[in-house]
């Protein structure tokens, strides 16, 4: 008889819940330290001079602005953070209209396939795996399912819609903080992130834990009942994620493209120029794409994992024998993550200072080493106390015996590989190093050699991290089959609260930088945003290829579990029913692909013609006495936004019904591993492109080494060729790529749902044939 595991019940049932109070509590504090910076003038005497509200603060201020009227300054900054906040809820209200329709269709649609398993019935039903037992009736399994699914998919919602109030709240107060340093500028940006980062991490844990408590009401012993129904969580939060990625990577791209080819290329004009008429729909598009779209999107990835571990667990020795503790490790690991990302983030806002713009990056990158350290040690932690010293995982119809140190090691070996990816990520897309300052010197022969450059740049980083995303699946699947590699995705994403947080930072250093520009503030503050902002380029590169990695790894694990709910005994390559879904389903991300990128050409060619039209019609405009009209081009990209996410959304979610009704489990089993394959190679190039190019002409504009100043100043050759690069890669960082990671794991996460009716109405032609 194995050993029970050191951690009670009743601690296990007391640590969850206070590790996610503390992280809610935790982000609360960052938002109050973050609202002490006043988006008002300060008081002011009668002869109209400022009052010192601190040793000498106002002298400093007006000196660092080199004599602009502060009153002036702060006033515009208030009123350009108040459109942008408005057109950012605006247009997520309208999505979220959208979206709540498809929400209530798909569930209607979860409840009469599930229910149908057993034609409605009411009557318990003989367990599925653990022969010999009773569970309940298939009706239910439908019922709490469909339940969960609303859950996770509401829960996705307010996380990116409290991610992008956070960011919008934000950007000014960045702004203000830039006069007085990069380092408080930096601070208040990062503290900014975390409110986001912490408040996902533990919202998302914190309703799971909630559900799975409430579930239990129900469901007693029947944990394996219980847990397949809790897959509707992932569910719901990455079909969320898939319309908040898709439309705001539409939205944003669209202004960014509009605003850089008409402004900077024909116009020649600065970037963030208030005079652009597209200029404030592209800082709204940075929140609803990249703050929105992202907090959704990590969001499912952590819901999916933490649903396909705890779906493998129910099967396993833990759920046979009702062992509480051990059945929740994956929640432990969650709450271990937001302790040590707690400690992470001191790090860089408390315990150390930033006093020149070279630390911005160095400081954002330890955040990832240091929770990453930190975190093997609550790793190591858990495993001990929460897992018994032996006990036995479902493998593929048989149970394999693990032990608890194999575990430890399925979770740092996900938690270490994302540190690499992070790490290969950055080395490609920060302009520190030769890769991106080679595609940099390319532009001095025209945009031609920069988009080959550029191209060859994302396929060669696709390398290490296939390579790391391989010996970690080898490794947890060797150690302890399926349920090694959920963990490992698990790991990958325990310390997601801090890799949110620097993902977060990015979007808000980038509004803050187009404030200080539509404010006419002075170019020595210009200068500390755009350093801020080129760091956020790379750390949101490091973002994105964290949550295409966990993608990768949540996928298998989730196919794993689809392949033994169906009871496919072999995914067999050789047979054709299987050779036909793969070869289909690895053409998949390319189609999808063709259509978010045709989406956001089509969004911006109106977008073009749009700002074009104010610059030739409205007299003034050129010369900056005259206003333009924004509303128009926000208008331009939330309409098209909404219409073009439809269909790529209509096809993920549509693809595994229909090929799992017509053709049944065993080409649906080739479609999502063909669709795994092909798609995180994808997402990986498309990213790490668009990353690179981006970067690239920020190399060029900030002209801080010899050979950048060769290149420039902005307005020159190269740099336009540059701009063009980075119009290219646009679409493929900021919509295409980061959707590709959902459209892996949404499709596996939705065979798993609905494989019980697969397996038993499912593949409707071959029965014919």
């Known amino acids: 008889m194995a050993l029970p595991a050191f951690l009670p019940e009743l601690a296990t049932q007391v640590v969850v819940p206070v590790a996610a109070v503390v992280g809610i ?54 009123e350009i953070q108040n459109a942008i906040s408005e057109g950012a809820t605006s247009f997520l209200f309208t999505e979220y209209k959208y979206v709540g329709l498809f929400m209530g269709i798909f569930a209607i649609l979860i409840f009469l396939f599930l229910g149908s398993v057993e034609g409605f019935s009411t009557k318990s039903q003989p367990c599925h795996y653990s022969k010999g037992k009773t569970c309940k009736p298939a009706l239910a399994n439908a019922l709490f399912s469909t339940i969960a699914f609303v859950l996770g998919a509401v829960t996705s919602l307010v996380s990116g819609f409290l991610g992008m109030k956070i960011a919008t709240y934000a950007n000014a107060r960045t702004t203000l903080e830039a006069r007085k340093g ?166 860089a806002t408390d315990f150390f200072e930033i006093k020149a713009v070279d630390q911005i990056e160095p400081a954002l990158k330890k955040q990832l080493i240091i929770s990453t350290v930190v975190m093997t040690v609550g790793i190591a932690l858990v495993s001990w106390l929460g897992l018994p010293y ?132 002075s170019h020595r503050i210009r200068e500390r945003t755009d350093a801020l902002d080129a760091a956020g380029n790379t750390t949101a590169a490091i973002g994105k290829g964290f949550a295409i990695g966990s993608a990768a790894l949540v996928s298998l694990a989730l196919f794993g579990a689809f392949v033994s709910r169906a009871e496919i005994l072999t995914v067999d390559v050789l047979t054709p029913k299987v050779f036909i879904g793969l070869i289909v389903g690895a053409m998949l991300p390319y189609w999808f692909s ?54 790529p959304g209509a096809l993920v979610m549509l693809t595994p019904l229909i090929v799992g009704i017509l053709f049944g489990v065993e080409t649906l089993s080739g479609v999502l591993a063909g669709a795994l394959v092909s798609g995180v190679q994808i997402a990986i190039s498309a990213s790490n492109t668009g990353g690179a190019w981006d970067n690239a002409k920020k190399y060029i504009e900030a002209g801080a080494s010899d050979h950048a100043k060769a290149l420039g100043p902005k307005g020159s050759d190269p740099h336009k060729a540059a701009v063009i690069g980075d119009t290219i890669g646009d679409p493929l960082k900021d919509t295409s790529g980061p959707s590709l990671n959902i459209l892996i794991k949404l499709m596996a996460v939705e065979s798993l749902v609905f494989a019980p009716f697969f397996a038993t109405h499912g593949g409707i032609l071959f029965k014919w044939l």
């Open 25 to 78: 509590a935790f982000a609360v504090l960052q938002w109050v330290l973050v609202s002490k910076v006043k988006l008002s003038p300060e008081p002011r005497r009668g002869d109209g001079s400022s009052v010192k509200t601190g040793a000498g603060a106002s002298e400093y201020l007006i000196e660092e602005e080199e004599g602009l009227n502060e009153h002036n300054v702060v006033v515009k900054c208030a």
């Open 182 to 347: 990069v380092g408080k500028a930096f601070i208040t940006a990062f503290r900014s992130g975390a409110v986001m980062g912490f408040l996902l991490a533990a919202s998302g844990l914190f309703v799971l834990y909630i559900a799975i408590n409430l579930f239990g009401i129900y469901y007693g012993d029947d944990w394996e009942g219980l847990y397949e129904a809790i897959t509707g969580y992932g569910l719901g939060g990455s079909s969320m994620a898939l319309f908040g990625r898709v439309g705001g990577g539409i939205y944003t791209k669209a202004a960014d493209v509009g605003a850089d080819l008409v402004g900077k290329v024909e116009r020649n004009i600065p970037e963030d120029d208030p005079r652009n008429p597209a200029v404030i729909a592209d800082n709204v598009g940075d929140n609803v794409g990249d703050i929105a779209g992202m907090g959704s999107d990590l969001f499912g990835s952590y819901a999916e994992s933490s649903c396909a571990a705890l779906v493998v667990a129910s099967i396993s020795s833990f759920g046979i024998n009702n062992e509480f503790t051990p059945m929740l490790y994956p929640l432990l690991i969650s709450s271990v993550g937001i302790i040590a990302c707690l400690i992470t983030t001191l790090f």
């Open 390 to 521: 032996s006990f036995t995982i479902f493998n593929f119809g048989a149970q394999k015996t693990v032990y608890n140190w194999q575990l430890f090691l399925c979770v740092a070996v996900g938690l270490w590989a994302g540190l690499v990816i992070g790490f290969v990520t950055e080395y490609y897309t920060s302009n520190a190093y030769s890769p991106v300052q080679d595609v940099a010197d390319s532009c001095r022969t025209g945009a031609a050699t920069n988009v080959i450059f550029g191209l060859a740049l994302g396929y060669k980083s696709v390398i290490i991290p296939i390579f790391a995303i391989a010996f970690s699946i080898f490794l947890s699947f060797s150690l302890a089959a399926m349920y090694g590699v959920a963990v490992a995705a698990l790991g990958m994403l325990s310390t997601i609260a801090t890799g949110l947080a620097i993902d977060a930072y990015g979007p808000i250093s980038d509004n803050a930088g187009g404030i200080a520009e539509m404010a006419g503030m």
């Open 594 to 647: 063709a259509m978010t990128m045709k989406s956001v050409g089509s969004a911006a060619l109106k977008m073009v013609e749009e700002v074009r039209r104010q610059f030739n019609t409205i007299p003034g405009l050129m010369e900056g006495t005259t206003k333009p009209d924004y509303a128009t081009c926000v208008k331009i990209s939330t309409d098209a936004s909404i219409k073009e996410m439809i269909p």
